[in-house]
């Protein structure tokens, strides 16, 4: 068991170093910076993937783009604006809301909606229908109360 | 009768966005360039690195700017479509040879022909990441004014030139 999850840490380890780039970083807050803007930025070539995720040559080229500008003394503003000058919102994974993506932001609230709408439907039929079956019920005891009797007289009989 | 018709609209509703998404192409993500200034550039020629070449140099042309790379596989498949667009002399071709290798970039021009009027070179990618390539071959159509005003994102095909292309650089040319 030990020996499995020191494996198994061996190949974590591995994984984690995979595509690391050595940057210094003249403080914490520029680091910051640079670790939340390659999150934020998508790489155009493997669309799922962040800058920082990616192997592919663009979003090395991009970190190195973003880690420059940071260096420059650019603030993040100007980081993200630079990016969207040159490929659209879409490299933004958060991007502004406006005409064109509003769709995109309210989607899930209306889908929401729609499910609510439907919930409340449903319920609602559910309801009527097991007050329906309710009503069934009394009329099958009215007719086995009408059955006990006529079987009772029939006994009499 | 709501029974049997709201799963119909259901179905309609989503065959509808279904139809959409399979012609949708995600892959293509419109430029932000377009009816913008093209961006700067003073890059080194491939055929003579002491040259340099901008923008400014085309002023007054129509011209256009194919990204391409010897280790890119569409381009291949662009490149005699490039070749006949050339013959055409519709409008000037320059050719951003894209992180490429001078002499592997040189080699593929002398095994298949030249259609650039001028390439030149982006070997760290920047004047790329300026243009927002993302995916090469990409060709883009700049006007006299130096404008960009069209991108085409993949290998232009035949049909391409005749049906964007010709018109669009045809039009282009008749402007001031």
Redesign the interface.
Known sequence: MKHLSIIFLLILSGIACAGVEFRQFANPEQQEAYETLTSELRC??C?NQTIADSNA??AA??RR?VYEMLQQGKSKQDIAQFM?????D?VLYNPPFKLKTGLLWMGPVVFLLIGLIAVFLFARRKKTASVLHSNTGNENAEKLAKIRNLLEKGDQS | MLKYILPLILFIVLAVFLALGLNLH??E?????INKPA?EFSASKLQAPEEKLTPADLKGKVWLFNVWASWCVSCRSEHPVLNQLAQAKAAVIVGLNY?DEPEAALGWLAQLGNPYDVSIMDQ???I?????V??VPETFVIDKQGVVRYKHTGPVTPEDVQQVFLPLIAKLQAEN
């Open positions: 155009l070539v669309q040559e663009l080229d991009l783009q969207t000058d040159r490929y659209g879409f | 995600p892959s993500i419109p430029s932000p360039l961006p992180k760290d990618g920047r790329g990441i300026d243009w927002g993302y995916g």
